[in-house]
């Protein structure tokens, strides 16, 4: 899913020098020190599927392809070029020669087809993105590599710049199971082609970058980057007002925003929302089968409520699962719905035998911690608004982030809280993972329908625009009907810095390149 003054300062339980004594006796800052509340999950591109950890790879590794810094724009990579067939299902790319992974091993097709095909066989959680598409890969030769796919696919160089695609070390990465740390790998580092080396990391501690020094592309700007992981949005507030970091991003409260970005010393960067929030229904076996329940629930959410009273008017109601701004979104939850509808869904209640003596009880889970410190009140708030019908009863229940995704796995829970970072800039991304036979089921929505299907390959293998208009109104106004999921906001994400760091630049893939980041004189 997808963010200075000089101070001089000693970080010493660390190990942490951030300043150095340079020719002349001038003092030089080599080290920038960034906060986060963010967690890394598994230090693997086969498992990762989470914005922070993908972030690490795409800073550490590198794809066939890339997006330039801050756009959508898609440019080359590991390959400097590639061609597609007439049908549109074969992708042939011509690598870049002489290229080392860091630890001076060569890279070659082979690296690519043997790391593609690990996703494969290891079918971790992001391993749909390339097993929904991709038949097979071939070795053309040392330099050249063929991805046979499955169909036409329009966005096909999309999926290639994200991080399931990026080629690791077969010397290094085990071929027959998910790395959970870094100590597990052989030579205990991660051996990749990003302008980055990860030198030191101790979870839900610290992360230390130093620049790569085999690195095929531009030298990074700043040659050593640290992450520090705090607990909880006041404790990295604070160290950010201390100085004792150079920037934070993700995630602040509302009110620290509300704070830091009226703070003279520092600078906001506003990265426009292509973050969205949903509540997911497991639409199988759960109570939540019936699609009459699962509108009577859409009915009642009221999102500029949830805006204004969690997030203090910094995110937007959204409603439809594409973010508004991206191409094709509609807003039929709107039309259809509205906010806080209560006539609409006691209407619907009460033809399913539903009252006061009666109401409809169902569990409601949310995740505590992954979402930031907001994410207790949302779960409030929304509890609130469903239950201003009497013909609902609403019980909170919560689960850390690991246990969470293994009962949504298990069809444990009837209706729960999720967030979306885009895996690639097309609506597509937002829709099918969660209303296509295959990806519903890693989304814990279990949601299968052949006619969805077929308007999903309808719209991957188009290349017109009015075609992939007119699908996706067809599949945006089902969704009100269907009701997979209910969209809530789509979120701003803020970035917040010292006076002297310069070159943040993130937007609509949320890739944040460490490599741009510059300090000023």
């Known amino acids: 899913m997808k963010k200075l003054s000089v101070v001089v300062l000693s970080v010493l339980a660390a190990g942490v020098l951030l300043f150095v004594v340079a020719c002349g006796g001038t003092k030089s800052v080599t080290t920038l020190v960034y906060g986060t509340t963010d967690k890394v999950t598994k230090m693997d591109p086969a498992d990762a599927y989470d914005i922070h950890t993908w972030e690490i790879f795409q800073n550490i590794s590198a794809g066939l392809l890339m997006y330039t810094p801050g756009t959508a724009t898609i440019v080359p ?17 011509t690598l870049r020669k002489g290229v080392k992974f860091s630890n001076g091993d060569a890279f070659n097709a082979q690296a690519v087809k043997w790391s593609i095909d690990r996703v494969i066989k290891l079918n971790g959680d992001p391993a749909a993105l390339v097993t929904q598409y991709v038949k097979s890969v071939d070795v053309v030769d040392d330099n050249t590599v063929r991805f046979n796919l499955k169909g036409p696919v329009s966005y096909f160089p999309a999926l290639v710049a994200t991080p399931t695609y990026f080629p690791m070390d077969p010397k290094v990465y085990p071929a027959d199971k998910i790395v959970q740390d870094v100590n597990e790998l052989t030579g205990g580092e ?35 980057i640290i992450i520090r992981y ?17 920037l934070t991003f993700k995630s602040m409260l509302p009110s620290d925003i509300k704070d830091l970005s009226a703070n003279a010393n520092l600078t906001t960067y506003p990265i426009p929302g292509q973050q969205i929030r949903y509540l997911c229904f497991e639409t199988s076996q759960s109570v939540f089968k019936n699609k009459i329940l699962r509108q009577a629930v859409a009915a009642l959410v009221n999102r500029p409520e949830i805006n204004q009273k969690v997030f203090l008017g910094q995110n937007a109601p959204l409603y439809s699962m594409i973010p508004a701004g991206m191409s094709y979104h509609t807003e039929d939850f709107k039309t259809v719905f509205g906010d806080a509808n209560v006539a609409a869904a006691e209407k619907l209640l009460t033809g399913l035998g539903y009252s006061k003596s009666k109401p409809f009880k169902f569990d ?79 989304m814990g929505i279990y949601f299968s329908d052949k006619a969805w299907d077929d308007l999903f390959l309808k719209e991957q293998g ?29 979120g701003n994400l803020y970035v917040f810095s010292k006076k002297n760091v310069t070159g943040v630049n993130i937007g609509a893939t949320l890739i944040f390149n460490y490599s741009e980041l510059k300090f000023t004189k």
């Open 77 to 93: 990579g590991l390959a400097t070029a590639y061609t597609v067939n007439a049908t549109g299902d074969v992708y042939t790319f």
């Open 364 to 442: 409601l889970w949310y995740t505590p911690s992954h979402y930031g410190d907001t994410e207790v009140n949302m779960a409030e708030v929304l509890k609130a608004e469903l239950e201003t019908t009497p013909l609902i009863k609403v019980t909170l229940k919560n689960a850390e982030w690991a246990t969470y995704k293994k009962q949504w796995d298990q069809k444990q829970m009837p209706v729960f809280l999720l967030g979306w970072y885009p895996d690639y800039v097309d609506p597509d991304d937002y829709t099918s993972p969660f209303a296509q036979t295959e990806g519903s089921k890693g």
């Open 230 to 246: 705090f607990a909880d949005a006041t404790t990295m507030r604070l160290a950010l007002e201390k100085g004792e970091v150079d």
């Open 190 to 224: 991660i051996v990749a082609l990003g302008p980055y080396r990860l030198t030191s990391f101790k979870r839900d501690e610290q992360a230390v970058f130093e620049a790569n020094p085999k690195y095929w592309g531009k030298e990074p700007n700043i040659k050593k």
């Open 462 to 490: 188009a290349t017109d625009d009015a075609s992939r208009n007119a699908t996706f109104a067809q599949i945006q106004k089902m969704w009100t009907d269907d009701v997979p999921t209910v969209p809530i906001y789509q």
